[in-house]
């Protein structure tokens, strides 16, 4: 079981937003309305700041301005969703070895895993690379499936709230399992071409061997 974080395992909207605003505001940029920084959650954190507005050549800066704040401050203004620990447990008991797939930096990733206890969970913990060498999520995937001794993607399943995570399993010919109380929505995931929809975390366990 490969699972994102950011809208799948965790709300990290307040402290993502923050952390942009911090960093448009850093660059002298216009911070565009709320709702606007919460759609530009999700991919990798070059392509948000793209997408807020941040013109290539000032790209590097903003990622170094957003980890500023978001590397000390940003990782723990998040919380859990409910009903996670108990999917991740659930799914353990079924026999299915878990690992993180997520376009959050490695260090912010095993910062919050620890923060809230979850890193024992895992048998792998795969994220982008702070360097930017692997940042998409098909790249990210292709490093965490090979961690895992490259299992038969029909023996795979993604979990994830966004459209970058079904498109990024479909790459590996892996079913993607929408995650609706992320940040994508319903309609996102589906039109993303998403095996199927789960609308809780305790709804995944028993979706996972649906195709």
Known sequence: ML????????????GIVRSAVHALESLERTVPPRAHLVRAIGPPLHLMLAHLGVPDEHLDAGVTAYRERYLTTGVFESELYPG?????????????????????????????????????RFAVVGAATMDGTATTKSQVLARTLTALGDPRPDRC???????????????????????????????????????????????????VDRR
């Open 3 to 14: 699972l994102d974080l950011d809208g799948t395992v965790w709300d990290s909207e307040e």
């Open 84 to 120: 996670v620990t108990e999917m991740l447990d659930r799914l353990a008991d079924d026999g299915h070895t878990l690992a993180t797939a997520t376009s959050k930096g490695e260090v912010p990733t095993h910062t919050m895993l620890d923060h809230f206890g979850l890193t024992d």
């Open 157 to 207: 399943r993604m979990v994830g709230d966004r459209h970058h995570d079904v498109e990024g399993a479909r790459a590996h010919g892996i079913d993607c399992i929408g995650a609706t109380w992320g940040y994508g929505g319903a309609e996102e995931l589906r039109d993303a071409g998403a095996a199927v929809l789960a609308h809780h975390p305790a709804d995944v366990p028993g979706l």
